[in-house]
């Protein structure tokens, strides 16, 4: 059975830094792209970044480019979101998710909570 | 970037009515595009992939068409768990954007 397990998430203020950690297991963790999806507050969702299973490629929103930091560990299976520079727009439930070889989302965690406020 | 506009934005149906939720792709994405579905207070689920692919253990009467520009997924008979917001996601190009989603309520 496929399980992402999302961790790190919790109250920081604007301008600190926080990082994200899912643990997966189920499913052979090297093989697969693996993301970060968001959703602020009663709003739609967001996709924030997304990296190869290599870890050769990263990719991000222009809402994050250059605060925040994606990078998988695929000897202990576990996917990361360092996080600085926090804004109160980055207030949202975090989702790890992972890449289907269609590149669709075909298994999400259950999300972790970042709230940025002073 | 590409835009992804869906419509609409809510919608009031009935158990066994059947509903059409449509996705503009701006510019065309041929057929990467996936729908999800999301429940309150939970993560999303994957119903339909490559457009028209049904993802393994969704009900048949979800179904996905479309290409280029335009997809469309509908719902055949509603029931009663299907009252959800659901979501398109382009799968062509980076940044993988999502539609706004479309909430379905009950009428």
């Known amino acids: 059975e496929v399980q992402l397990l999302e961790s790190g998430g919790g109250l920081v203020q604007p301008g600190g830094s926080l990082r994200l950690s899912c643990a997966a297991s189920g499913f052979t963790f090297t093989t697969y792209a693996m993301s970060w999806v968001r959703q602020a507050p009663r709003k739609g969702l967001e996709w924030v970044s997304a990296?190869?299973?290599?870890?050769?490629?990263?990719y991000y929103a222009d809402s994050v480019k250059g605060r925040f930091t994606i990078s998988r560990d695929n000897s202990n299976n576990t996917l990361y979101l360092q996080m600085n520079s926090l804004r109160a727009e980055d207030t949202a439930v975090y989702y790890c998710?992972?890449?289907?070889?269609?590149?669709?989302?075909?298994?999400w965690g259950q999300g972790t909570l970042v709230t940025v406020s002073s | 970037d590409i835009q992804l506009t869906q419509s609409p934005s809510f919608l009031s149906a009935s158990v066994g009515d059947r509903v059409t939720i449509t996705c503009r792709a701006s510019?065309?994405?041929?057929?990467?595009l996936a729908w999800y579905q999301q429940k309150p207070g939970k993560a999303p689920r994957l119903l339909i992939y490559a457009a028209s692919t049904l993802q393994s253990g969704v009900p048949s009467r979800f179904s996905g068409s479309g290409s280029g520009t335009e997809f469309t997924l509908t719902i055949s008979s509603l029931q009663p768990e299907d009252f959800a917001t659901y979501y398109c996601q382009q799968l062509n190009s980076y940044p993988r954007t999502f539609g706004q989603g479309t909430k379905l309520e009950i009428k």
């Open positions: 998710v992972k890449a289907s070889v269609y590149s669709t989302f075909d298994y």
């Open positions: 510019p065309g994405i041929g057929s990467y």
């Open positions: 990296i190869r299973a290599s870890g050769g490629s990263t």
